[in-house]
């Protein structure tokens, strides 16, 4: 009896340890997803060379461990023991656990805890080439609409775990920043919207939180606030296109699956879930279908906050057609299609994609203030330079 | 390739035990060769002919000892064993460091010159495999171990993996006979892995959860780093050090067992230590013993006056700070050891520490080793002054440099922090009922809860907190 219950633990012992190289072999079981974009890594080439100089091997532990079996498994495991038992995410996540479950992002935490304050004659240059190519394009009945999209952690500061919050008394430098990039643009003159501040206003006013609670974006509602703004400020600026006042209207909240965007932080955490899951904020609102006869087509320069006003324009139809040059590194034609190409001034492509549509959506992060995407604007303004 | 890698946990031991246990007893010690000299193709393929020339060497030599007719040939052939093994050692581990300060001393005469030097890597094992090749000289010649029987004996008692990375110091003498033949019961096998799983899970856990802490508050710039943090990251490292150390040890000692070696033990609980000289009992025993026996005695010992006694002492410590590491922090810990043990002989000092209760001696050690835990952790001896500064003249930062909360103590690092610490304290609150390492035997019911139910939970943990580890994704790529 003792025997036979030793070669049992034996066995499960030694199950343990090789079920992961036997499933990564064989896939004995189904592997739980992991959610989230990594680098792949590559089995490497064995040769005696590589070997002797030791780069053969950490390229296979790179490789192994990347290909690890069960390892969605593993990761899930761990990540739910810090999610639901120590209330956070593990120590190499991007993610931390706010107040009430509300999820952060460490670049947006960086943001909100930054100390350094840029030359402000960096956040007056930036100012002055919109200004500028706010002109050029209105002169040829096209408009440059700047968006300052705003760090979930202005506006929705408490909720900021203690953990991560450096106490920098107010305002915050982060608070700075923001004020002296708004002075500057009224300064110089461009027309431009401010998401934050709109947001802020319509949070306070309507009593709904404007970002997803376990994503990193404003919620399909801000989305559409702040796009109703931009297409309000665009119409202003070239009042010859026909462009479409939506109309944000919230509906109830769905449940929510994890694919869905508003849980893109959630995803990060790879943590098992228990059954539905909802937000507290709308996910959904009613926008006029426009007529795409009439529909003007836009150009997005941004990053991934602009990537949720397309899908609330695509959704909408708001334009006929669009491009988003994503951090004016890679040129997107349709959502969820093809990866993109490179954003390339120097071809024709670049002067059809760029010239062709009736507005520019040039978005200004806050947490990347003054600028992330700037050499658009001198690639643009070279461009058009008489 | 560290025994707490997947790649170890999951690649090399399921298949070194499968080629174990289905070889035959006789081609055991084969195996287990093979598996050991590519642990070390693995991990430090150019050293492994160095190994293997050295063995070859050392077992020769061995013979010549043995067979010499004279003492005086058999000293001779000693003394060309250590010369060559000290030699290789200094290169490999010291010279990086020669070199370094040979060059700032140049510089500070005024000389500056650029000496063409690459920097030579550290194989693995090398302190503990120059420990090992010089003590089985020495045993030999002294005439309390035999010479090898055969190379390949030998080899394996120099290169068997389990001990590669972090010892313990092995002596051919204790391994002679278990070369030879050994059991390989079920029962053993059942604790070999209970013991490894155990030290995985000390090392995964509590060491890698609480180096967080130890990690942050030590990267703090000079002037950052408040007393709080200074305090917490000694604390800190003062687990983690054990725990690593300590699992390192279980995990060998485990995966011994397995192969059906028995390996003595290295820790015993040194935390409840009530004073210095009785912490290096308890910490790195095969350490602590070796200097004793191959250092400390044939530098006179106790046998001399009281004071050559305590310059003996001293002197053990500080070659044994140096062997820790080729840098001063470590020879500054060293002798920061020995003069607490020179010191705790003295015998005002130690009648004075025999009338304070135990708890409070206990207290003051581990105060002191945690102090030299800084030294030990620091990357130089500034950094190392500052940190002991902020420790005790209440070191302050101001609020916008202090490092964040979050960086340093996630809610996990301080569960492991407490759990470290009653771990490793306990048996000083409660001496009656220390019972030594947790023991997975099917003898006992406690020995089966360990078995069945603590054994797999650590496996599964450690996996999963390794493989987790190793996984951080990103919502999109930004380009």
Known sequence: MKKLAATALVALYFAILALPLLNMRFGLIEEAPLLGVTIPALRPTLTAKEVAKERYQKAFVAWFEASYGLRGTAVRLDSSLDYYVFQEAPAESRVRVGSGGQLYIDEDLDYFNRLALPPTQEFAALAQRLARVQALLRARGKSLVPILSPSKTSLLPADVPSAWRRELGEPRPSEVVYRAMVRALDDAGVRYVDARALLQAEQTSRGVEMFTKRGRHWNALGACLVMGSALRLAKTLAPAVAFVDPDCTPQDAPTLTIESPELDLLRLLNVWHPGPLRDAAPSTVTLPEASLENAPSALFVGTSFSVTLVVASERSRLFESFFLYYYNKTAIHHLGGESGHPVDPTTAAWRDETFSGDVVFYEIPEWYFPSTNSEFLVQIETALAP | ?479
């Open chain 2, 1 to 479: 390739m560290p025994f707490s890698s997947l790649l170890f946990l999951s690649g090399f031991l399921p298949a070194f035990l499968a080629a174990y246990y289905l070889a035959p007893t006789r081609a055991k010690n084969a195996v287990a060769l093979l598996f050991s000299i590519g642990f070390y193709l693995w991990g430090a393929p150019t050293f492994l002919p160095v190994v293997l020339f050295l063995g070859v060497l050392d077992y020769s030599l061995g013979h010549a000892v043995a067979r010499a007719p004279t003492p005086r040939r058999k000293r001779a052939f000693v003394a060309a064993g250590i010369v060559v093994h000290l030699s290789t050692l200094a290169y490999f581990k010291y010279a990086n460091f020669f070199v370094a300060e040979a060059t700032q001393l140049l510089a500070a005469l005024g000389v500056h010159h650029t000496v063409g030097w690459d920097p030579v890597v550290l194989p693995i094992g090398i302190s503990f495999i120059t420990f090992e090749e010089i003590s089985y000289l020495v045993d030999v010649y002294r005439g309390d171990a035999r010479p090898a029987r055969s190379l390949p004996q030998y080899l394996l008692f120099l290169m068997l993996f389990p001990h590669s990375i972090a010892g313990p110091i092995f002596r051919w003498k204790d391994l002679e006979a278990q070369l030879a033949s050994r059991n390989h019961d079920l029962d053993r096998v059942v604790a070999g892995f209970g013991r490894f799983s155990i030290g995985l899970a000390k090392k995964v856990l509590i060491a890698n959860s609480v180096a967080v802490a130890a990690d942050a508050a030590f990267a703090q710039q000079p002037g950052t780093l408040t007393a709080r943090l200074a305090w917490l990251g000694a604390a800190a490292y003062t687990l983690q050090i054990y725990f690593d150390f300590s699992g390192y040890s279980d995990m060998a000692i485990g995966l011994g067992r397995m192969a059906g070696f028995t390996f003595k033990e290295n820790f015993d609980f040194p935390y409840t230590s009530a004073s210095i000289t009785e912490f290096w009992t308890r910490w790195h025993i095969s350490l602590s013993t070796w200097l004793r026996d191959y250092l400390y005695i044939p530098l006179g010992g106790n046998r001399g006056s009281a004071r050559r006694t305590l310059l003996n002492v001293f002197v053990v410590f500080l070659l044994s700070g140096f062997w820790h590491g080729a840098d001063w922090t470590f020879v500054v810990w060293g002798a920061y050891h020995g003069a607490w043990v020179v010191l705790e002989r003295l015998p005002r000092v130690a009648a004075l520490q025999a009338r304070l209760p135990r708890l409070m001696r206990v207290a003051l050690t581990l105060l002191v080793v945690m102090v030299g835990w800084v030294f030990f952790r620091s990357t130089s001896l500034g950094g190392a002054l500052g940190f002991v500064g902020a420790m005790f003249g209440g070191g302050s930062a101001p609020a916008a440099d202090a490092a964040l909360t979050g960086q340093f103590l996630s809610h996990r690092t301080a569960a492991m922090l407490v759990l470290g610490a009653v771990i490793a304290l306990f048996p000083a609150f409660r001496p009656d009922i220390r019972t030594g390492p947790l023991e997975a035997t099917l003898d006992t019911r406690r020995g089966w809860l360990i078995a069945a139910g603590l054994v797999p939970v650590c496996l599964v943990l450690s996996i999963a907190y390794l493989t987790n580890s190793k996984f951080s994704p990103l919502i999109y790529f930004k380009f």
